[in-house]
């Protein structure tokens, strides 16, 4: 299993809540260095409070072999053109290391953050990957841009805006997923999804692969290459009694994800729709304190790792070797030592050998 992290390194960041103030913009090029210097796979970020492709090209800029991707940028807000140069930027200037991960947002902020009509998902996902790639193609190897589609008429490219062919053209795609039918629709056209934290290895390995693959055969595709990528929900300290708080912390996270209807799926995969149900009331009714004692040390166990730094890597080994490819994880980083402890949990964790979740994720028999 690689290993990724999500900036920044400046605080504990275990994966259980978005960061609470914008990135310091000015560290993003000396801390994507250190990801480099420790020994890490890769740098993924999000986009909450600043843009993701700007903080990619800082890391670019910065970086001479540490992969980058975006973990997730939104997709419907942006045109396919607009998503497809911005990629193709950052994809120059990184020289052939960057990987493109959309998401989709809920209906709530398309309409209401963003300002725009909503449609499904899924089928406004395939076309958006498929229009994208059209681009590419077009800039690449001069095939003439035709995309119609139900979101998307494209057409247009004249030699103004056409950046022309790149050294590296293949950019890969992720998806975002929790749902069977999304999963379905990068099985279809994307090179690899990124799983939701709430979403177990067992529902990854008998929900979210076999609709994977349905996917592939609709279109004939092979998933030989085929990336699941993950920020797993951890909680990790020095000590037993640092991570008490954290604990905390990640019960409330859980009920909240239990009480959301687009995580249901992962819920009831597991029996757990009665106790969704109830959150939901609570969360309605906007009684946040309520919630997390509803969260069982059983519950709590079934989604969240848990442990101090010399077993969270083993731990996080066990859980997800099998069905993820890449595990996002980071500590905070304050001094030598620091360094040291996340050097030897990036070597744990990277030491794990992919060819079993590649085997899951065709659906081969492991043994």
Not at 242 to 252: I, T
């Amino acid at each position: 299993m690689h290993l990724e992290t999500l900036l920044p390194l400046g605080k504990v960041d275990p994966g259980l809540r978005a960061p609470e103030v914008p990135l310091d913009l000015g560290s993003i090029g000396r801390e994507a260095r250190l990801l480099e210097e420790i020994g890490y796979d890769g740098l993924v970020v999000e986009e909450t409070k600043d843009d993701p492709f700007v903080l990619m090209a800082l890391a670019a800029e910065a970086t001479r072999t540490l992969r980058l991707g975006t973990s997730v940028a939104i997709a419907f807000p942006r045109s396919p053109t607009v998503t497809a140069l911005s990629a193709w930027t950052i994809q120059k200037l990184s020289r052939g290391r960057f990987t493109l991960g959309l998401g989709t947002q809920v209906k709530a902020h398309i309409e209401r953050r963003y300002g725009l009509s909503w449609s499904p998902a899924g089928p406004w996902m395939r076309e958006y990957v498929s229009a994208v790639r059209a681009v590419w193609n077009c800039w690449q190897n001069g095939v003439p841009l035709d995309v119609k589609g139900e979101h998307y008429n494209i057409n247009l490219m004249v030699p103004l805006f056409n950046p022309g062919p790149i050294e590296h053209p293949d950019i890969p795609i992720h998806v975002a997923a929790v749902n069977a039918v999304m999963c379905r629709v990068a099985g279809e056209v994307a090179d690899g999804i990124r799983v939701h934290p709430v979403c177990t290895p067992s529902y990854i390995e008998k929900v979210m692969l076999p609709a994977i693959r349905a996917g592939a055969v609709r279109t004939g595709r092979s998933l030989e290459r085929f990336q699941v990528c993950m920020k797993p929900l951890v909680v990790a300290a020095a000590t037993e009694a640092e991570l008490v708080p954290k604990v905390r912390d990640a019960r409330a996270r859980i009920s909240f994800y239990a009480s959301t209807p687009q995580y249901r799926a992962a819920f009831d995969h597991l029996g757990l729709g009665d106790l969704a149900d109830r959150l939901k009331l609570l969360s309605r009714a906007q009684r946040w304190e309520e919630m997390p004692p509803y969260i069982t040390d059983d519950v709590l166990h079934t989604f969240v790792t848990i442990g101090t730094y010399d077993t969270i890597a083993k731990k996080l080994c066990d859980r997800f070797t099998g069905v993820v490819t890449h595990c996002e994880f980071s500590i905070a980083v304050r001094n030598d030592a620091d360094k040291e402890l996340l050097r030897n949990l990036a070597k744990t964790i990277q030491s794990q050998p992919i060819d079993r979740a590649l085997k899951t994720i065709m659906g081969v028999n492991a043994s």
